[in-house]
Every structure is written in C-alpha cells, then in structure tokens.
C-alpha cells in the first residue's frame, strides 16, 4: 500500500514547487522588515529573525537531538552552516538599509552566477545561464548608487548567500541519518549563538513593545522558516547547479508580487525580464548523474 499523510504529499510534489514557495517569502520577508526598520535597528531586526526562527525550530525539530546524532564532520558543517546564516542576515539587512534592494539582489545573484556556471556542462545550459544573468541584469536595472558600505556589505551577503547554498545542500543530501530539515533547525540554533553578541543588544527594545516584537516574529517566520524549509525540501531532489539557477526566478517573483499585491504595473523591459528568465528555466536540463558521480554523493 502506497505512503499517505503530509509526508507522502512533501515526497510527491515536484522539487521546483517549493522553490517557488521560497521565492515568494523571500520578498514578503523583507517587506516585513523594510516596515521595521522604523522602529528597530536592522541588526536588531536581523536578531529577531533568527531567535524567532530557531524557537519555531526548536519546538518543531528539538534540533539538540541531532546534534548528538552528527558525526563530528557533520557537526562542522552545521557550525559552519549557523555561522554563515548568522553573518549573512546580519549583512544583508545592514546592505537594504543603505542600498536600493533591487541592487543588493542584483548583487547578490552574482556568486550565485558561478555555482550555476560550475554544473552548465551542455551548450543548452550554458545559453540558459545567459538567458537568467540577462533578465535579471533587465529586472534589476543594477546601478551601483547608495552608500559605499552599503556596497560592502551587499556583496559580503552574495559570497554568504552562495556559501548558504553550498552548505545547506550538502545538509540536504550528505548528511547521514539526518534529514535536510532537521539539519536546518539545528543550524538555526547554532546561528542564534553567532548572532548574538553582533546584534543582540539592538533587538532589546522588542522586547518591551509587543507590536515590534510580533512583527519581529512574522519576520522570522517568513524569512527564516518557510523560505528555508521549502529549500530544504527541494535541494534533497535537486542538483546545485540546477537550485542556483533557479535563483534567478526571485527577481521574477518580486515582479508578480508588485502586480498582485501592490498593483505596481510592470514596463515592458521588465516584462522583457520575466521572459528571459522563465526562458532560462526551459531551457535548463538536468545533468544525469554518472556512476562516479552517484558515489562521490553517497560519500
């Protein structure tokens, strides 16, 4: 008799599903934020996100259990995995609150650039890498203006955003014994550790006004649990390469929100954009994992 539940129905969907669940909370996230930086520091924002995500894991995984499961490379790559959450929401909400937002995306997609480059191996692949840089280079419109740390601290968030995937893939489909969700948690909890002495003295006052602290939550709830799990779920089915140009449906996504949800028509180039890079994605195939490839994963 065939599996049934919400396990069986997660197992069913197609992975690219819950990549689009990721991309439409990761800009209802930061929207969240934008709205709080009146009334919180970004590194208090930043805080908040993640202590609000880990005690949503904490209470879903009890992620301290998987821990004491690990390996001791596996609890590297958790560390490693908490470390760089921590610094890159610490940088990118120091980057927004500088610098234009379509700007640190833009930004922020280039590392992403080369892991897809590292897995185009076919001509095919290759033209639709082309295709996604040039309908997010049409959607972005990237003009490097705002503030010069503004700048530094958008591309520290790129390399960090690319360190992410790498890592939070590996912890999909590398780690024995524990599944991509549970590895996340527990990274989560690591990141509360990191994050605390940089930002944690700025998400005081939160803590004293229920309005910001509610919102600090939905932050994290939007930014940190469902964007994260969702990626979880389909990194476990998907190759790296293959995720990392998926990216570059975010810019995308950003402009189907404005139509729905803020009634922002979009141009003709930007609708150029979304065609460019929803060519991309078509074109895009797979590569079939070889025998060696197939055991240096199992490894």
Known sequence: MPPTGPRATLSAAPPWTYFIGSAVFHYLGPAFAVLLFSRLAPLGVAALRIWSAALVFALWRRPWRTLTRLDAAGRWTIIAMGAVLAAMNVCFYLAIARVPLGTVAAIEFLPVIALAALGARTARNLLALVAAVGGVYVLTDIRLAGEPLGLVFAFANAVLFAAYIVLAHRTARRLRGVGGIDGLAAAMLVACVFVAPVAGWQAVPAMIDPVTLAAGIAVG???????????????????????????????????????????????????????????????????????????????
């Open 221 to 299: 709830i939007c930014s940190s649990v469902i964007p994260y799990v969702c990626d979880q779920l389909a990194m476990a089915r998907m190759a790296r390469s293959t995720y990392a140009l998926l990216v570059a449906l975010l810019p995308a996504t950003a402009t189907v929100i404005g139509v729905v949800v803020l009634r922002q028509l979009p141009t003709l180039a930007e609708l150029a954009g979304v065609g460019l890079v929803v060519l991309s994605v078509a074109l895009h195939r797979e590569r079939t994992l070889t025998q060696k490839d197939k055991a240096t994963c199992d490894t």
